[in-house]
């Protein structure tokens, strides 16, 4: 067991044989000029900049031994898995499945659906495909956990509020111990990443916990 002394609301402790870092969407759709998120007015650019945190979690926890597992939001080519109702909101002129400057928006194979090449999967890596937002939806997320005997969970990822928010209440309902690093997820508004962060821990961990990057890889060193 190690312990996450400074995590938020109090101590986090976990065995990193038992616990696996979830990375989030760290796609090319979400962190780059041209893809889904850029499409829908935002920037970029915030996004982006997390991205050497993530790169020193993501190798401390491969350091650790801990297992890695990396989602991706994105729909199968035909659009089957893609709800008419998710697809008819956002930005009217480039919709999910529309042909964008890096390719076919959120689309399965299509370059902007790529995990950014600095957190690219190792070949032992797991990457689950999830058509929501969140990870253990239509999805075998919960069955490989449960395979591997894993009980805790360490997320990073974008976009704070939305697919990172939404899977750590999924994993917290289904009995997880969950830590959110803190400097490793990002949102295109700041606010909604303030505030997830605080609901996430508010009320003795009532999501889970929050520590930042130093924090956990200072803990998975020691
Ligand atoms: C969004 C995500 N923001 N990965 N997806 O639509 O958070």
Redesign the pocket.
């Given at each position: 067991m190690i312990e996450i002394a400074k995590a938020q609301p109090f101590p986090f402790r976990f065995d990193p044989a038992s616990t696996a870092l979830v990375m989030?969407?760290f796609?090319r759709d979400?962190v780059e000029e041209g893809g889904?998120?850029a499409t829908l007015g935002n920037d970029v650019t915030p996004l982006r900049a997390i991205l050497p945190a993530a790169k020193r979690l993501l190798e401390a926890a491969r350091a650790a031994g801990m297992a890695v597992i990396h989602t991706r939001?994105c729909h199968r080519p035909d659009l089957s898995d893609c709800p008419p109702a998710k697809r008819d909101r956002g930005a009217p002129s480039l919709r999910i499945g529309d042909d964008g400057p890096i390719g076919r928006i959120l689309i399965t194979d299509a370059p902007g659906a790529a995990i950014v090449p600095e957190l690219a999967p190792t070949p032992g890596e797991t990457v689950i495909d999830k058509p929501g937002?969140g990870a253990f939806y239509a999805t075998g997320l919960g069955d490989l956990l449960a395979e591997k005997g894993i009980n805790n969970l360490v997320f990073a990822?974008?976009?704070t509020e939305?697919?990172?928010q939404t899977t750590m209440r999924e994993a917290n309902d289904r009995g997880f111990d969950c830590l959110l690093a803190e400097d490793a997820t990002e949102s295109?508004f700041p606010t909604f990443k303030a505030a997830a962060l605080e609901m996430i821990r508010a009320q003795g961990a009532i999501v889970g916990w929050t520590a930042t990057v130093a924090e956990i890889v200072e803990a998975l060193d020691g």
């Open positions: 989030i969407d796609q979400f889904f998120g939001e937002k990822g974008v976009t939305v697919c990172v295109y």
